[in-house]
Each structure stands twice: as structure tokens, then as C-alpha cells.
């Protein structure tokens, strides 16, 4: 259920029945201090300035007109204008009843958008790095997430399949297969764009067959196509392998790269130069943007297409952008990049607009993230300096938590051991990126990341399974539980109303595509758990008391793993 939501709606109906406009906002949230309630409407003043009416007269005449009887248990304006609200304590206890009998722990708001997601997005012939690592675990959290809540969500990994780098990948695989190269030469895909590039740059023959061979493959050539599609099988295969690893969602199904939309391209630039929108400039055809100004303070000029005719970036987004909205017939698309492809991101999609290739209406989003550091706090590099691949980090992750829970738990058996390991390695490098406010640098650190306490992996999983241990070490099954749920006690209460406030968690991060919120509220679910089951005995109190105190642990438990999963992390039933 989302609180805040029923809230907001019922807040709002009285704002407008005492007064206020049709759009008016009651701008409901929840409370800082227990004092306060458990929720606060912040709405009242700037509704009532705009009227032009004293702000504790009209949060009056909202009170007067909203009918919350049954939810909650009182109501009060307090300082300027603020309405405090007091939920029902029965009414809690009824919800979480609910939600614990519930398949989806009570989620009720259906969504029911198309939602286009770009992500992950690695470039062809080249290994994933650690760059694409971001973009990867936090778009796969917000897809969950999305889907989770009932939308319809169409993964598009954008991957950079094309152009003209091509034409000396196409020439240098021919050479390889010309020598018999083994499979193991080409899965070194760094290697073989840098042994690619150095022919390139040192043997003219070479190049120049590299420059027809781009030709030939923008010309649809039959052997040129079927040598980049060698190109893209190789490097997808080995994507396809890390995401099973980071059990990420993503399958080869979910590929929409650039070159799906270069057939489109010609005809778009030709409508935007009809459209008075591109201008020819030195042979280039060159959009000026109003918007952006360049270092002279003029507008920004965005080339659209080369003087040779080539496409760029930008070019494909428009493209995509479009094609997002009228192929796929989507209500929102997100794009999840690095926060210096903002400014590319922003003007593709200006120029999107201003060609009215879209309406106000659909909604273009750039969910930009910040660099992964290292504990200098230069970008995250490996010992000698280079580029850190991703499967070497999760790699050194399996090492490192091998190491940790042979400590921990020397008692588990090898099956156990192995899957507490997966679980923790890669759970630990997805939270640590997760957990973080996405649109600032993070710090890569391994030994906070695998750490037992704060807000990491480790913990929450550790959490989920301390409770789980209650019902195993006494037997008890957490689905034959009876009676109902009683909030006596003050923690009792607390970690109910918690309890249902995940919807609101999820549901934020749904819409602003933040996955540090769940984290965030997962770890403070966990921290209130902890305080509860210290003032609450769960297994000696009387039996209604128990039963109840069971009830609340169980609907944690459940709570924290689907939590977790949404974040794409899991769960162990014993570490
Ligand atoms: N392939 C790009 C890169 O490696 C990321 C693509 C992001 N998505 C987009 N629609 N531009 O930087």
C-alpha cells in the first residue's frame, strides 16, 4: 500500500472542497520527529497564500472538509500551517495483516506505462569496463523495480555496434581467421581492437582495405555484414556471461543498438533540413541550439551530419528517441549514462522535440550518474594504470568474500559456502554502487563494501537471515501463523508503519530511478527491526503476543528479500 498516496489524494480532494485550484498539491510526506505524526501535509501554505487567505484559517477549512475516519487516529495543524497527521493504530495493524497475506506484500497502485529503458550499453569489441558497471546494476534495479509495480518495460540495450571503427575490426578479423586464430585469441576483445588499431595506424595496405570494407558495410555488402555480425555475436556472448554473473535481467533479445536506427537516419536529417532546423555549415548539416551557448556566448551548433556524410551520436538519439516513441509507442523512455553524456543527451532530445517528433506529453529522461573512484579518489583504475575489466572485478570480489565467510562461518558446507559467497561477492559490489546517490562520484572500497556493518550487502543479507534463523532454530513455519497482528508497543507500531511504507520506497525509485532510496529504506527497516526484536521477546510472550511478534518478523523477512531482489541482489537462508 502507499500511504502517502491515499494521503495525498484525500488531502487534496478537501483542499479543493475548501477552496483551492484543481492542481493544487497537499505535498504529503513523511514526518521527521514522532511529535509531528506519522506524516505532514506541507501544501496548506502555498495553497493559502495563493488565495490570498490566512494559512491556519484555510488548513481549518481543509480539515473541516476531509473525512480520513478509519485511517487515522488525529489530525492537527501545527506552526504556519502545517497538518500533522496521526494514523490509526488498528488501521496499521489491519494493513500489515494485509500485506503479510498478500502475494506482492500489499503493493495496490497498478502501474500500467510502456517504459523504454536504455542501459548497460557496452560498445562492440570491446570488453565491458567498469563504466558500463554503473549504468548496468542501477538500470536493472529501476526496470525491477518498474516491473515490479506493473509496467511494461521494454529493455533496450543501446550498444555501440556501429561505425566506422568497423571496417578495421571487419579487416582484422579476416586476418585472424586467415591465420587459424583460436576462439580463446578472439574473446581478448581489448587486445584485438588494440591489435586492430595498430595495423590500422602502421600498415597502410590494411587501412585502406579497413576504409572500403566501411563502405562496402554501410553499402549492405553480404561478407562485410556477416563479419560484423561475427563481431557483435563475439562480444555479446561475453556481455550475456557477465550479466548472468551480476544477475543482471538483461538477454541478448534486449539488444537495440545504434545500428537499428542508421537506416533511419538519412531520412531525419533530410526532414530537419526541410524543417529549416539543420543548416549547411563548412559541408556539415549543423542544428543550432538557442538553449546552449558555446564559449563566444553564440548558440550551439550540434552537427547532425558530416561532410562526409557520416551520422554522429546525436543523430541516433534523435532517431531513438523517436523510434522509442512511435514504434514502441512508449510513455516514458530513460536513458541510464555517464553524467558527461548529459549535455549529448539534452540536446539530442531538444532537437527531438523542436522537430515535433514527440509530444510534451512522453517523457525523455537522463538518469546521469557519476564516475566509480578509487580509494585515491582518481577514477577507478587498475594497479599499472589501465582500465579495470569487469570480470576481473568480480573475479577479485568471489576471491575476497571466499576469504570473508571462510572466516565467518567455517561451519558451512561446501554447497552452502559457494552460494553464501556468489551472493555476497556480487551483492556486495552491486550495493555498494546502488546504495549511493547515483549523480556523485562513489568511492570504490572493498573493505567497506564487504564490511558486516553499515549500510552494505553483507549486513542486509545477514539481517534477512537472523530472521529467518528465528523461525528455523524454533521450528516454527513462517506461513502457519495465526491470530492477528497486535501494536501494543511502541517498536511494534514502528516497524509496521515502516513496514508499509516499502510501496512508497519502490515507488520512488520507479520514478526517479534512484535505487539508493530502496537501500535506504531497507536499512533503516533493518536497523528498526533490531530495536523491536531487543524490546520485544518474540518467542517467550504469551502466545497471541507471539504469534503477532511472528507475524511482524516474517513480514520483515519477506520485505527485505523482495526488497533485495529488486535491487537484484539475493538472499541466502543461512550465512
Ligand atoms: N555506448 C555508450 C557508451 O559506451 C552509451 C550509450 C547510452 N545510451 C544512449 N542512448 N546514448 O558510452
Redesign the pocket.
Known amino acids: 500500500m502507499n500511504i502517502q498516496h491515499i494521503l495525498s489524494e484525500k488531502i487534496k480532494q478537501a483542499m479543493i472542497a475548501a477552496g483551492a485550484e484543481q492542481n493544487v498539491e497537499a505535498l504529503v510526506r513523511q514526518s521527521g520527529k514522532p511529535q509531528f505524526g506519522d506524516y505532514q501535509a506541507n501544501g496548506i501554505m502555498g495553497a493559502a497564500k495563493k488565495l490570498g487567505c490566512n494559512p491556519r484559517e484555510f488548513a481549518q477549512k481543509v480539515l473541516d472538509n476531509l473525512n480520513l475516519d478509519g485511517i487515522v487516529e488525529k489530525l492537527e495543524i501545527a506552526g504556519p500551517g502545517f497538518i500533522n497527521i496521526f494514523l490509526n493504530t488498528e488501521w496499521l495493524a489491519n494493513n500489515a495483516e494485509q500485506a503479510l497475506n498478500s502475494e506482492k506484500l500489499g503493493i495496490q497502485l497498478s502501474q500500467t506505462q510502456t517504459v523504454v529503458v536504455?542501459y548497460s550499453?557496452?560498445?562492440v569489441a570491446k570488453e565491458m569496463h567498469v563504466?558500463?558497471l554503473r549504468?548496468t546494476i542501477i538500470g536493472d534495479g529501476v526496470v525491477r523495480a518498474l516491473e515490479f509495480l506493473g509496467n511494461k518495460v521494454i529493455r533496450a540495450n543501446?550498444?555501440?555496434d556501429w561505425g566506422t571503427q568497423f571496417g578495421m575490426l571487419i579487416a582484422y578479423l579476416e586476418k585472424m581467421e586467415n591465420e587459424h586464430a583460436s576462439e580463446m585469441e578472439l574473446s581478448d576483445l581489448e587486445a584485438f581492437y588494440r591489435a586492430a588499431k595498430e595495423h590500422y595506424d602502421s600498415d597502410a595496405e590494411f587501412a585502406e582495405k579497413a576504409r572500403n570494407y566501411v563502405v562496402k558495410l554501410q553499402s549492405g555488402d553480404e561478407y562485410c555484414r556477416t563479419m560484423w555480425q561475427k563481431l557483435v555475436k563475439i562480444t555479446m556472448v561475453q556481455n550475456q556471461h557477465n550479466y548472468q554473473r551480476l544477475n543482471v535481467t538483461l538477454t541478448e533479445n534486449d539488444v537495440m543498438g545504434e545500428s537499428l536506427y542508421n537506416p533511419m537516419l538519412p531520412a531525419i536529417v533530410a526532414d530537419l533540413q526541410a524543417q529549416g532546423l539543420a543548416v549547411e555549415d563548412e559541408g556539415a548539416l549543423v542544428v543550432y541550439l538557442d538553449e546552449f551557448k558555446n564559449k563566444d556566448g553564440d548558440p550551439m551548433g550540434v552537427i547532425v551530419q558530416k561532410k562526409d556524410g557520416g551520422f554522429l551520436?546525436t543523430t541516433t538519439?534523435i532517431a531513438?528517441a523517436k523510434y522509442r516513441y512511435e514504434t514502441l509507442k512508449a510513455d516514458r523512455a530513460l536513458?541510464f549514462?555517464?553524467t558527461r553524456?548529459s549535455q549529448h543527451?539534452q540536446q539530442a532530445w531538444l532537437i527531438t522535440r523542436k522537430a515535433g517528433y514527440v509530444p510534451d506529453s512522453f517523457s525523455l529522461e537522463h538518469h546521469n550518474f557519476g564516475m566509480m573512484l578509487g580509494k585515491d579518489g582518481k577514477p577507478f583504475k587498475t594497479r599499472t594504470g589501465g582500465t579495470v575489466k569487469l570480470a576481473d572485478l568480480l573475479d577479485e570480489a568471489v576471491e575476497r568474500a571466499e576469504k570473508l565467510i571462510a572466516e565467518k562461518n567455517p561451519n558451512l558446507t561446501a554447497c552452502e559456502k559457494q552460494a553464501v559467497v556468489e551472493a555476497v561477492a556480487i551483492g556486495a559490489v552491486k550495493y555498494s554502487d546502488l546504495s549511493k546517490n547515483r549523480t556523485t562520484d562513489y568511492v570504490f572500497d572493498w573493505d567497506n563494501m564487504l564490511s558486516f556493518e553499515g549500510n552494505t550487502a553483507p549486513y542486509m543479507q545477514y539481517a534477512y537471515t537472523r530472521i529467518r534463523s528465528i523461525f528455523s532454530k524454533a521450528g516454527i513455519d513462517p506461513t502457519q501463523l495465526s491470530g492477528k497482528i497486535l501494536l501494543n508497543e511502541e517498536k511494534e507500531r514502528t516497524l509496521a508503519l515502516k513496514l508499509l511504507q516499502f510501496e512508497e520506497a519502490v515507488t520512488t525509485v520507479a520514478k526517479e530511478g534512484t535505487p539508493h532510496v530502496l537501500c535506504q529504506y531497507l536499512y533503516e527497516l533493518a536497523g528498526i527491526f533490531s530495536s523491536f526484536y531487543e524490546a520485544c521477546p518474540i518467542l517467550n510472550a504469551e502466545e497471541n503476543i507471539k504469534q503477532s511478534r511472528l507475524k511482524l518478523a516474517s513480514l520483515t523477512a519477506d520485505t527485505l528479500k523482495q526488497g533485495l531482489d529488486l535491487l537484484g541482489i539475493k538472499t541466502v537462508e543461512k550465512m
Open positions: 536504455d550499453s557496452p560498445n563504466g558500463h549504468s543501446h550498444v555501440g551520436y538519439d531513438a536513458v549514462s555517464d553524456q543527451m
